[in-house]
């Protein structure tokens, strides 16, 4: 009689199918909670903390406008870097090309995008371009120029600093005073007019005299060009950058105004 066969049953479970499915129900169930805390904390939380959670989740990159910089009075709140200060400069060009008297002021404006920010160097003549000779009361020319550079400058929200410089000819006349008082006299007087003409009250950081000891033309201290007034538009510090708007939307409104596109932040002297 042949031997039966030896059968060997395993007894299989079939719950390990479905072991990990209590996890993805309770992650779902934690990420609904957080959900509705957030909204529970933001419900009462103030106008401004809402305004801000809102806007980063309609713009994550942070480039869009917010509320509330406390810069009252400056127009748009545009931020400017390297590359936009040369938008800056182009703008600030096409300006003073439509001023009358150009042929008289070409020359003597000179602006430069530098490490500090943009630099706007009005540079004297021998008999005198925006000041009387040897004096710091300004003239026609002058104050025509500050004026249209303190009304585009009062736009943005960068810090403006103004210095002053003479040539090495000692000064001749009042007593005690010299290229020193000279120097800081006509910074300052540029500063008030540029106040009056459209610059904030605390947008000028900086009012400086350097006298003969930042000669522009090192090979000749007693060029005309060394006794100047120098403005410059600084870049924005990290405080400031949170309140603004992105650096390409300057670029955007430039070119809407211009209808061109801008070289980079070269030194130009027109001809």
Not at 67 to 94: H, I, R, V
Not at 110 to 130: D, H, N, P, Q, Y
Not at 138 to 167: R, Y
Not at 235 to 259: M, V
Request: proline share 3%.
């Amino acid at each position: 009689m042949p031997t039966p066969p030896i059968i060997i049953k395993k007894k299989v479970s079939h719950s390990g199918h479905h072991g990990g499915a209590w996890k993805v129900a309770y992650a779902d169930f934690v990420t609904a909670m957080m959900a509705l805390f957030i909204v529970l904390w933001l419900l009462s939380s103030s106008v401004k903390i809402q305004e801000a959670v809102g806007g980063y989740f309609r713009d994550p990159s942070g480039s869009a406008k917010r509320t509330g910089t406390g810069l009252a009075g400056s127009g748009e709140n545009l931020l400017l870097n390297k590359q936009d200060m040369s938008k800056l400069k182009d703008e600030l060009q096409s300006n003073i090309q439509k001023m009358n008297d150009l042929d008289k002021l070409k020359k003597n404006i000179e602006m430069t995008v530098t490490a500090e920010g943009l630099r706007i160097e009005l540079l004297e003549s021998e008999k005198g371009t925006f000041f009387d000779s040897g004096s710091s009361t300004l003239n026609q020319s002058g104050k025509e120029m500050l004026e249209l550079l303190a009304a585009e400058l009062g736009k943005v929200p960068n810090h403006v600093s103004l210095e002053g410089h003479t040539d090495a000819k000692p000064f001749t006349g009042k007593g005690n005073y010299s290229n020193w008082e000279l120097s800081s006299d006509r910074a300052n007087a540029a500063r008030r007019l540029m106040q009056q003409a459209g610059l904030r009250g605390d947008q000028v950081s900086q009012v400086r005299g350097f006298a003969d000891q930042r000669l522009r033309n090192l090979k000749d201290a007693l060029d005309p060009s060394n006794r100047r007034v120098s403005i410059i538009v600084q870049y924005l510090n990290k405080d400031h950058r949170r309140s603004g708007i992105s650096c390409g939307c300057w670029a955007r409104i430039i070119r809407r105004k211009t209808g061109r596109k801008t070289a980079g932040g070269k030194t130009v002297r027109w001809s």
